[in-house]
C-alpha cells in the first residue's frame, strides 16, 4: 500500500542552525501539507502547497519556514534559523484531490526535532 | 477561527465496556475525519464522513456527523485493550486548504 515516507526520522540541532525536514508524497497526490505537534498539544497545520506554490499557511508558518518541491517527488521544509520552541513532530501528508469531497489525507510517521 | 473540541480529554474504561468520545465546533465542515495516533506516530485514518448525519461503522466503532456538520461522535462497542491510543477529530474547511484538528481523547482500555 502506498505511504507517505519522511526523513530523518529524529533530528538534533543547535538553536539557530538551519533544519531541512525531507517527505516524500504518495506518487500521484497533488496536495501537500506540513503539520507539527508539540509534546503534549495538539496537531497544528502549517501550511499546504498545490501546484508548485503556497495554497495556505497558518500564522506559525513565518518567515523563518519555507517549503519546496525540488524534483516532484521530494517535498521539504526548512527552518532557516532555529529556535528552542521549534522543537516538535513534524509530520508532512498529501492527498489526491482538493477538500470537500471527503478525500483521505495520509500521514508519514514524523521526524522528532529536537532544538538544543 | 476555526476550532474543535473533544470530550472527554481522558478516558480509562474496563475491557468489555462501551465509550463514547465527541468532537463538537461552532463552525460547519466539509468533512470531518477520525484519527488515531499512538505515541511517536503519525495519525492514522479511521474514518472521513462527509453528509450531514452519516453514520459509518469499521467494525466496532461507530462514528455519527452531525447533522449540522459541526459535530461528530466515535462510539466504540465492547472496548479492547489494543483499542488504548488517542483519538484525534479533524474538520475539513473547504474554503480553506488546510485541515483542524482537534485536541486529542486519551482511550485507556484495562484488562
Known amino acids: 500500500e502506498p505511504e507517505v515516507t519522511q526523513t530523518p526520522s529524529h533530528q538534533v540541532t543547535q538553536m539557530g542552525q538551519e533544519v531541512i525536514l525531507r517527505c516524500v508524497p504518495i506518487?500521484?497526490?497533488?496536495?501537500f501539507y506540513w503539520y507539527r505537534q508539540i509534546l503534549g498539544q495538539k496537531v497544528e497545520f502549517l501550511v499546504s502547497?498545490?501546484?508548485?506554490?503556497?495554497?495556505?499557511k497558518s500564522e506559525i508558518f513565518d518567515d523563518q519556514f519555507s517549503v519546496e518541491r525540488p524534483d516532484g517527488s521530494n517535498f521539504t521544509l526548512k527552518i532557516r534559523s532555529t529556535k528552542l520552541e521549534d522543537s516538535a513532530m513534524y509530520f508532512c501528508?498529501?492527498?489526491?484531490?482538493?477538500?470537500?469531497?471527503?478525500?483521505?489525507?495520509?500521514f508519514g510517521p514524523g521526524t522528532r526535532l529536537l532544538v538544543l | 477561527t476555526q476550532l474543535l473540541e473533544q470530550s472527554p480529554q481522558f478516558l480509562s474504561i474496563q475491557e468489555g465496556e462501551n465509550l463514547t468520545v465527541y468532537c463538537n465546533s461552532s463552525?460547519?465542515?466539509?468533512?470531518l475525519q477520525w484519527y488515531r495516533q499512538e505515541p511517536g506516530e503519525g495519525p492514522v485514518l479511521l474514518v472521513t464522513?462527509?453528509?450531514?448525519?452519516e453514520v459509518k461503522k469499521l467494525k466496532r466503532l461507530t462514528f455519527q456527523f452531525g447533522d449540522a456538520r459541526k459535530d461528530s461522535s466515535l462510539h466504540i462497542t465492547a472496548a479492547q485493550t489494543g483499542d488504548t491510543g488517542l483519538y484525534l477529530c479533524?474538520?475539513?474547511?473547504?474554503?480553506?486548504?488546510?485541515?483542524?484538528f482537534g485536541p486529542g481523547t486519551s482511550l485507556s482500555v484495562i484488562p
Open positions: 502547497f498545490y501546484n508548485n506554490e503556497i495554497s495556505e
Open positions: 501528508a498529501s492527498r489526491q484531490t482538493a477538500l470537500g469531497i471527503g478525500e483521505t489525507q495520509y
Open positions: 506518487s500521484n497526490h497533488l496536495y
Open positions: 463552525s460547519v465542515f466539509s468533512s
Open positions: 464522513v462527509v453528509t450531514g448525519g
Open positions: 479533524a474538520g475539513g474547511v473547504t474554503s480553506y486548504d488546510k485541515v483542524i
